[in-house]
């Protein structure tokens, strides 16, 4: 019913930038969330990097605030990380994660993206 596409991941040095996207397709109705994880090579690891709720609040991890900031543009259901500053240690894949209203009774959809791969060199 969803799907969600990543994209943005790359190769950057220590102190660059980098934008990843999120974008859902498919059946949808509104965004209760969309959020990014990072694993840490575990999926029983997996740590919120950030995340966007549909009230407009945001939770960023400690380990990067000041430095990521996230936003939605509703109108094409899609989710942006902006990564500034970024460390060595921010090296991971990154894994979108959203809840999608698909119907008017309130059902929703809660799936993951393909992952990005985000490389940062020292």
């Known amino acids: 019913q969803v799907q969600l596409v990543e994209s943005g991941g790359g190769l950057v040095q220590a102190g660059g930038s980098l934008r990843l996207s999120c974008a859902a397709s498919?059946?949808?109705?509104?965004?209760?969330?969309m959020g990014w994880y990072r694993r840490q090579g575990s999926w029983k690891q997996a740590d919120l990097v950030a995340v966007f709720t549909s009230s407009g609040t945001t939770e960023l991890a400690d380990s990067v605030k000041g430095r990521f900031t996230i936003s939605i543009d509703n109108a094409k259901a899609t989710a942006f990380l902006q990564m500034n500053s970024l460390k060595p240690e921010d090296t991971d894949v990154y894994y979108c994660n959203a809840e999608i209203l698909i119907d008017s009774q309130g059902s929703t959809w809660n799936g993951w993206g393909q992952g990005t791969q985000v490389t940062v060199s020292s």
């Open positions: 498919g059946t949808i109705v509104g965004i209760n969330y």
